[in-house]
């Protein structure tokens, strides 16, 4: 039939014009297909390997599915008509095999996948991982070194080859904490403390941002890390100048603002994270009112929970 | 006297909404006035607003939702216009505003577009599948799309009284708690869902029953056709997912109303158990929407390859499997948690598992088309476009369900692509194939088929360029629900989208033009003898449209394909089967119980959204004084005498007859 010539003439052309530039810039920077560190390269090589797995089955079913429309369009007098073959035991058996014997290899690679690459699972490393607490906030981020003593906000400086161990919670509202070339993300959530084990293996400055909608300032929730040799990042630290983050400063933090520029504070209260993920300071504040919200705000006087 | 409503709820300030809005108002007024001026008003109220005939709120279920998919395109247009121009720029909507868009998109595109066509489908085609008359609870069927259209009109009064959520098409705490979105947007998501909610739990209840209990005499069920069996294994899912939103919403209600802590950042509350509920009926509604639409691709190519569809068995096996492993996902929606690695692999096979139904499925289309003889009408086409890509949506969707790929995947413009990819070519080209394979059925004359492969083959192209660019874009590291932003390797694929966009804006126009030419050119389309398409189940042995009472005698059912059975005996011996005895037919009188109603819940709904707590209160005594009205009804049926049955049978098989002597067939 005309149509399916169609198919070819019109649907192929597109393939091959969005495959051809696809591939390029598939390798461009921020690529989740080029990471920078053990943990994004086990995401990006467990999703290729179910890929290739899938396209093993879907390949061939694709051209079958175009080749018996075609051959068996009603125009064509050599195809034989069989209106009676409704059922076959065997070919019911192949289709329900294929589809779970796939799985089933596939559900073995998910399983392997899965706890290796669990986020909290430390990086086998025989340096001692660098600690750093993440705070989301409405709208920014909060980087606390508690070793340095140096908190950072929208921006995170990392040492190269050092295994970095997140401790990750929220202020307000759900984020999620994801560097894409370093790998897997996850979410900082209020009341809870996530964990996530990265590594950068090659300095250089990435894309970081929140991944979860947060709100009207999500768009700008960015703190873009920068990977430097371990040398430089001790100078980094012992140079950071700024404010003492205490209950006052955060009493700020807790206060909704948007595409706020990096800054830095030196001493930090070293119980601030866990204060902060247990509850005991009140969560962030929230917009003064909506359309139709003036009035009736029926939150809990800030304290936090009783 | 008027709650949280005063001037400032109307949005003066920005000029979008508040022109769509007076657009919207005054089309609505032209059409009222048009309705009253030219008298149209006593017919469309005793034939359309009080009828309880499933076919008719199937027609009206159809015209609803086609209605909201324009809305939510348009939405659509919006967003991708905005992430097109907003590359170093704030673009031409605000978050404040953009956040809306996307959360009324979402919103309305899976609850008022995509569930009134499938459930006005299913309203339209089960019973005559069936070979019964109507569903078990008529009325009740009236309420159900009366509230569905309660829900809808509510999320439209947002646009310019108030405003809409700004949180997402689910209203993830504790964003959506008070604190954080003290607006109106939020209630009027909850009132909008809560009340069209529960129209579709009723719609629920109305078709499991039915199914299960009325079906022509001899319809068992390894008889039932296909459609009629994923409509049963979607109203099931109905039946089990949504008293979870009810109540997961109600519980959000309970927060934002009466300072309650379920989810809040406060007194204990756990937002995580809100993810958790909400997603535990978020993910079998996927299966509600999908599930009827492998019915409708089943339908379809089993017609058009002029065979059985293959592997019957095997597919009602399917439905089921992918009915009840549908319960067992939900948590592949937040791997990134950090749940563990049992927990996260468990999950994640579960919803690997799920593509061995769908695969089956496939299969199972592919040898139906195999040793058939394939007429690529516009159904088919829509059929043979979804065939060829949803077999690649499904790929992502399994990439996505291995957590380690998540991990990098998951809110990413990746799975943004993925779930249009199925929910585009899944669910909505086979709603674009129902309708045109059933137009015939409703209204008596075919659609126009240039016009429709014309909207098949821009919607095929529009969507890749729309879709494929967002994987790309994904995998790039974007997020999704970004207001603005400042990667240059995104901007060009975006801008690619939006080309796609307005592709799929030609697509829209000729489905459009389709629908007008094929009103105008109606005579020359018109179906006379029920069966335009050699089709295979009951539907296709009445006339078109059917009469009220949709079969004159109920079908002896003695077989799967009863009805293809008896077309070929007809023709065989070139004369129908005897003329049966007619007898008076009882149906269900026509009531106006479903608009009062959904009357009422509109003002207990928009009360609610603005504390106007003395019009609730009006809203509850004038509900039920239409429930205690109806209850107490004395007349619930009137009869169709046997004579006036007996004369539009018999004009049914002149028409029939016809074809035997001639053998001029439709479908040739």
Redesign the interface.
């Known amino acids: 039939?005309i149509?399916?010539r169609?198919?070819g003439r019109?649907?192929l052309p597109?393939?091959c014009v969005?495959a051809a530039?696809?591939l390029p810039?598939?390798a461009?920077?921020?690529?989740?297909?080029e990471p920078v560190g053990p943990v994004?390269k086990?995401?990006?090589l467990?999703?290729m390997d179910?890929?290739v797995i899938?396209?093993a089955?879907?390949i061939p079913?694709?051209i079958?599915?175009?080749g018996?429309?075609w051959w068996?369009?009603?125009s064509n007098t050599r195809?034989?008509?069989?209106?009676d073959?409704?059922?076959?035991g065997k070919?019911?058996l192949?289709?329900?095999s294929?589809?779970?014997l796939?799985?089933f290899f596939?559900?073995g690679?998910?399983?392997i996948?899965?706890?290796t690459?669990?986020?909290?699972?430390p990086i086998p490393s025989a340096a001692k991982p660098l600690e750093i607490e993440a705070v989301s906030f409405?709208w920014k981020w909060l980087f606390i070194y508690p070793e340095q003593n140096v908190a950072t906000v929208n921006q995170l400086v990392v040492p190269v080859g050092r295994p970095l161990h997140f401790r990750i919670t929220s202020a307000?509202?759900?984020n999620?904490f994801?560097v894409?070339?370093l790998?897997?993300?996850?979410?900082a959530?209020?009341?809870?403390v996530?964990?996530l084990n990265l590594r950068a293996d090659k300095p250089g400055k990435y894309?970081g941002?929140?991944?979860?909608?947060?709100?009207?300032?999500?768009?700008d929730m960015r703190f873009d890390p920068v990977a430097v040799p371990a040398a430089q990042f001790a100078n980094w630290a012992n140079g950071v100048k700024g404010a003492q983050l205490d209950r006052n400063a955060l009493g700020q933090l807790l206060k909704q603002s948007r595409a706020v520029k990096p800054y830095a504070y030196r001493g930090v209260d070293p119980a601030l994270f866990d204060a902060i993920a247990a509850?005991r300071v009140a969560?962030?504040?929230?917009?003064?009112?909506?359309?139709?919200?003036?009035?009736?705000?029926?939150?809990?006087p800030h304290g936090?929970?009783? | 006297m008027l709650g949280k409503l005063s001037w400032s709820a109307i949005p003066f300030d920005q000029p979008i909404p508040l022109i769509a809005g007076a657009v919207v108002v005054l089309l609505m007024l032209g059409a009222l006035a048009l309705v009253l001026a030219k008298g149209w008003m006593p017919y469309l109220w005793k034939e359309w607003i009080t009828s309880v005939d499933h076919k008719r709120l199937g027609i009206m279920y159809v015209l609803l939702g086609l209605l909201m998919l324009l809305r939510g395109f348009i939405d659509a247009i919006m967003m991708r216009a905005q992430q097109a121009v907003a590359y170093h720029a704030q673009g031409y909507l605000p978050p404040e505003h953009y956040n809306q868009v996307f959360s009324a998109h979402g919103t309305i595109m899976v609850l008022f577009a995509a569930m009134p066509l499938v459930i006005g489908l299913m309203n339209f085609v089960v019973p005559l599948q069936l070979g019964v008359r109507d569903v078990a609870f008529p009325t009740l069927n009236s309420v159900s799309f009366w509230l569905t259209a309660t829900g809808a009109l509510l999320v439209n009064i947002s646009l310019v009284v108030g405003e809409f959520a700004r949180t997402g098409w689910l209203p993830y705490p504790p964003l959506s708690e008070l604190r954080y979105s003290p607006g109106v947007g939020v209630d009027y998501y909850l009132w909008a869902v809560q009340i069209s909610g529960i129209g579709t739990l009723l719609t629920g209840i109305n078709f499991v029953t039915t199914i299960l209990k009325i079906r022509a005499p001899g319809m068992t069920y390894m008889r039932m056709p296909m459609f009629s069996w994923t409509a049963l294994a979607s109203c099931l899912l109905i039946l089990a997912a949504f008293p979870v939103l009810t109540a997961t919403l109600a519980m959000l209600t309970l927060d934002r109303y009466l300072g309650f802590h379920f989810f809040t950042n406060e007194a204990g509350g756990n937002a995580m158990m809100f993810m958790n509920l909400i997603w535990a009926w978020g993910h079998p509604e996927v299966y509600i929407l999908v599930l009827p639409a492998f019915g409708i691709y089943s339908e379809v190519i089993s017609t058009f390859s002029g065979k059985p569809l293959f592997g019957y068995r095997s597919m009602v096996a399917a439905t089921l499997f992918i009915c009840v492993v549908s319960f067992m996902t939900w948590l592949h929606h937040f791997f990134t948690m950090g749940a563990g690695g049992d927990v996260n692999a468990a999950f994640g096979i579960s919803t690997s598992i799920i593509a061995v139904g769908t695969g089956v499925k496939i299969y199972n289309w592919l040898f139906t088309m195999y040793g058939g003889r394939i007429r690529f009408t516009t159904p088919m086409l829509w059929s043979m476009g979804f065939l060829t890509t949803f077999i690649t949506g499904g790929l992502t969707g399994v990439l996505l369900a291995v957590p380690p790929a998540d991990f990098i995947l998951h809110n990413s413009m990746f799975l943004v692509a993925h779930f249009h990819h199925v929910i585009v070519a899944g669910v909505v080209f086979a709603l674009l194939a129902g309708i045109e394979f059933w137009w015939p059925k409703a209204f008596g004359y075919r659609l126009h088929e240039g016009w429709g492969k014309a909207t098949f083959w821009f919607s095929i192209v529009g969507f890749y360029v729309t879709f494929m660019p967002m994987y790309v874009v994904g995998i790039l590291g974007m997020t999704r629900r970004l207001q603005h932003y400042d990667v240059a390797e995104w901007h060009w694929w975006l801008q690619i989208s939006s080309v796609g966009v307005l592709i799929l804006i030609v697509a829209a126009g000729c489905q459009v033009a389709q629908l007008l030419v094929s009103y105008i050119r109606r005579e020359e389309l018109k179906d006379i003898t029920g069966d335009p398409w050699n089709g295979r189940t009951l539907e296709w042995a009445t006339t078109s449209p059917p009469p009220v009472y949709n079969f004159a005698v109920l079908p002896q059912v003695i077989d799967t394909e009863y009805y293809w059975e008896l077309k070929q005996r007809a023709f065989e011996q070139a004369r129908l089967s005897e003329e049966p005895k007619y007898e008076a037919i009882e149906m269900p009188r026509n009531s106006p119980t479903g608009f009062v109603c959904a009357f009422f819940a509109t003002i207990i709904g928009f009360a609610l959204i603005w504390h106007i707590w003395w019009l609730m209160i009006v809203g509850l005594i004038g509900a039920y004084a239409t429930f205690v009205v109806f209850a107490w009804r004395d007349v619930p049926e009137y009869m169709i005498p046997a004579d006036e049955v007996a004369q539009q049978d018999r004009a049914r098989r002149a028409a029939r007859q016809h074809i035997l002597n001639t053998g001029e067939v439709a479908w040739q």
Do not use: K
């Open positions: 039939m149509f399916i169609r198919v019109r649907v597109c393939f969005l530039g696809l810039s598939l461009q920077a921020d690529s989740i297909l994004g086990g995401d990006a467990i999703m179910a890929l899938m396209l089955i879907v079913t694709m079958a599915t175009l018996f429309a068996y369009r009603a195809a034989v008509y069989r209106p073959f409704t059922y076959s070919i019911e192949v289709v329900w294929i589809p779970t796939t799985i596939l559900g690679v998910i399983w996948g899965s706890h690459l669990d986020p909290f699972t409405d307000s509202v759900f999620v994801f894409p070339r790998g897997s993300m996850i979410y959530m209020n009341g809870m996530s964990q894309l941002f929140s991944a979860h909608f947060s709100g009207d300032g999500f768009p509850r969560p962030g504040e929230g917009p003064e009112g909506g359309r139709g919200g003036a009035e009736g705000r029926n939150v809990m936090g929970a009783p």
